[in-house]
C-alpha cells in the first residue's frame, strides 16, 4: 500500500502556539509508557493467537499430509535452493577483498574539518538559524492536519501553509496507533492551567473504538492530552458475542468514522462509528453525555449547525439523514431518505436552513431542514462523492471530489448548480476536500497517491470569472459569550 492521505482539516491563523513546546520524559515515564506499551502488545497477541487457534482448530480435519511424496520433494527444494545462491559465492564470503582491503589508502589524502567555520567548501555557516525560523509559527501561518496510512504505520502529520510566503512543509508529526478515519480540530481543554484560556486540540478517530485527542502545541509527544473511550470496548464485543456476559461500555464498540466539534457549546464532541451509534461527549468529563441511536448501519458522517448549539446532522451506510434537536434527541428529529449511502454532510453557512448531502452513487443533494423535498439534486460524479465543502467566505462556490479522481468546481448560487471546472488531480481515489478558513479559494485535498495537495482555485480562468467579483463574507459562528447558557441547555437534555 503506498501512502494514503485519508483525512484532512485546517487550523486557523494566530490560533497555534508561536514555539511550540518539546516533550522531555523523565526516565520513570518513559518507563511507564514502555511498560503500557508492552502490555497492550502482549494482549493483542493474545487475542490474535486465541482466533488463530480457533481458526486451525476448525481447519485440523481438512489437512491430509501427502507422506510418500515428500522425500522427493525435499531433495529438489534443495538442489533448486543450492543453484540460486551459487551466484552470490557464499562460500568466499570471508575471503579478504582486495579492493577493499586498499580503500584505506584512498582515504588517506582527505581533510577533516572540527566544524562548518573551519571548512572553506560549505557557505553556510550556521544551519541553526534556518532550522529555528522554520519551527516557529507565525501569525500569518495555517496548520493543515492530515491523517497519513502507509504500510507499516500511520501518522497524523501538522503541514505549515504560509500563502502570502507560497511555502508548505511538514511541522512536526505524531505517530497514530491505528489507521486514521477523520480529523476534527477544537479549542476546549478539559484541565485548563494558568494563562491557558484557548486549547489547540485535533481529535483523530480511527479503526479502534476510541478517540484520542492530541495537543498541536507539543512536539514529539507520545501519548494524546486525554481519550474518549476506550480500545477495550471491541474486545468487550467480541467475548460477549462468544456467550459471555457482556460488561457495560462508556464509549463505541467498533471504529469512529467522523467527529464534529460544537463551536457555540465548546466542551461537547459528537461522534459517528461503525456500530450505528451517534455520541454527544462532554469533554469536560470525558464521558458520553447522550446517545443516538436512530440509525441501522454505520454512521460515516455528522455535522453540528454553525449557529444553533442545539442542531446536529448525520448521515449513514443505511441511505437517511437524521436531524437531530440535542436539548430532546428522542422526540425532536426528521429523517430523509436517499438514493445510496451518506458520504459527507455539510451545513450551507450563507443558507443556515439549507445543508448539503453526497451519496456512493455521485449525487449531491440540497435539502432545506423544514421541508422533505430536496431543494435541488445534482448528478455531480460518476462513483461516490468523498469530499464536500463550500468556500468559507465566496457564497455559491461549492468543491466536490470523488472516487472517480476528479475534483469539480460548482456555482450553487440561487439553488441553480452549474458546472465551472473539472480536473483529474493524478491522485487516484480521492477521499476528503477541505477549503482553508482564511482562504476562501484554497482547499487541500488527500487521496490514493501523491499525498495531500493544496489547490488554489482562483488560478483557474473560469472561476475567477464567475466568483472573482463576488462579495467575500466572514462568517460568525457566534459568540464565546453565550457559552454558558448553550451548555446549561445541552446539559437539561
Known amino acids: ?199 489547540n486540540y485535533a481529535a483523530v478517530g480511527n479503526m479502534t473504538p476510541q478517540i484520542d485527542v492530541w495537543d498541536l502545541d507539543v512536539v514529539d509527544c507520545l501519548e494524546p492530552a486525554f481519550s474518549l473511550g476506550s480500545k477495550k470496548a471491541s474486545k468487550k464485543k467480541k467475548k460477549s458475542k462468544k456467550g459471555a456476559a457482556a460488561e457495560p461500555v462508556e464509549g463505541h464498540t467498533d471504529a469512529v468514522l467522523d467527529l464534529s466539534w460544537n463551536k457555540l457549546v465548546r466542551n461537547v464532541l459528537a ?9 454527544l461527549w462532554d469533554l469536560s468529563q470525558g464521558k458520553p453525555a447522550t446517545i443516538l441511536n436512530r ?58 436552513c439549507n445543508f448539503l448531502a453526497s451519496t456512493e452513487d455521485g449525487f449531491v443533494y440540497c435539502l432545506d431542514a423544514r421541508s422533505d423535498k430536496p431543494v435541488f439534486t445534482l448528478r455531480a460524479h460518476d462513483q461516490e462523492v468523498s469530499g464536500l465543502d463550500l468556500s468559507s467566505q465566496i457564497k455559491g462556490c461549492l468543491v466536490t471530489s470523488s472516487a472517480d479522481k476528479h475534483v469539480k468546481i460548482w456555482d450553487i448560487l440561487g439553488n441553480k448548480p452549474n458546472l465551472v471546472h473539472s480536473r483529474d488531480m493524478k491522485m487516484g481515489v480521492l477521499f476528503c476536500a477541505s477549503c482553508c478558513p482564511d482562504q476562501p479559494f484554497t482547499y487541500a485535498f488527500g487521496g490514493q497517491k501523491d499525498g495531500l495537495r493544496v489547490w488554489d482555485i482562483s488560478d483557474v480562468a473560469a472561476v475567477t470569472e464567475v466568483f472573482g467579483s463576488r462579495e467575500r463574507l466572514v462568517v460568525n459562528a457566534g459568540s464565546q459569550t453565550s457559552d454558558a447558557a448553550a451548555t446549561a441547555e445541552m446539559e437539561v437534555s
Open 1 to 199: 500500500m503506498s501512502s494514503q492521505i485519508t483525512c484532512v482539516g485546517w487550523v486557523r491563523r494566530g490560533v497555534a502556539k508561536e514555539t511550540p513546546d518539546k516533550v522531555e520524559l523523565s526516565q520513570e515515564e518513559l518507563q511507564r509508557i514502555i511498560t503500557e506499551a508492552k502490555q497492550e502488545l502482549g494482549e493483542q497477541v493474545a487475542e490474535d493467537e486465541e482466533d488463530d487457534d480457533e481458526g486451525i482448530a476448525a481447519d485440523a480435519n481438512d489437512i491430509t499430509p501427502d507422506v510418500a511424496g515428500a522425500p522427493e520433494d525435499e531433495n529438489e527444494d534443495g538442489k533448486e535452493e543450492e543453484d540460486e545462491l551459487a551466484e552470490y559465492g557464499l562460500d568466499k564470503y570471508d575471503e579478504e577483498d582486495t579492493v577493499t582491503a586498499s580503500l584505506g589508502d584512498s582515504l588517506a589524502g582527505l581533510t577533516v574539518f572540527s566544524s562548518n567555520e573551519e571548512d572553506p567548501y560549505i557557505t553556510l555557516k550556521d544551519t541553526d538559524q534556518y532550522e529555528r525560523e522554520d519551527f516557529q509559527i507565525k501569525p500569518t501561518d495555517n496548520l493543515i492536519l492530515t491523517g497519513r496510512a502507509e504500510k507499516d504505520c500511520c501518522n497524523l502529520e501538522i503541514y505549515i501553509y504560509n500563502s502570502d510566503e507560497d511555502s508548505m512543509y511538514v511541522h512536526h508529526d505524531i505517530l497514530l496507533p491505528a489507521y486514521p478515519l477523520c480529523i476534527e480540530w477544537l479549542n476546549f481543554d478539559p484541565n485548563p492551567g494558568e494563562g491557558s484560556a484557548v486549547a
Open 271 to 279: 461522534s459517528g462509528s461503525a456500530d450505528n451509534s451517534v455520541i
Open 295 to 352: 440509525h441501522t448501519d454505520k454512521v460515516q458522517t455528522l455535522a453540528f449547525h454553525p449557529f444553533e448549539a442545539q442542531t446536529l446532522i448525520s448521515g449513514s451506510y443505511d441511505k437517511t439523514a437524521v436531524l437531530y434537536d440535542c436539548r430532546s434527541p428522542d422526540d425532536s428529529y426528521r429523517t430523509w431518505r436517499f438514493s445510496g449511502q451518506v458520504e459527507r454532510l455539510v451545513w450551507n453557512h450563507f443558507s443556515p
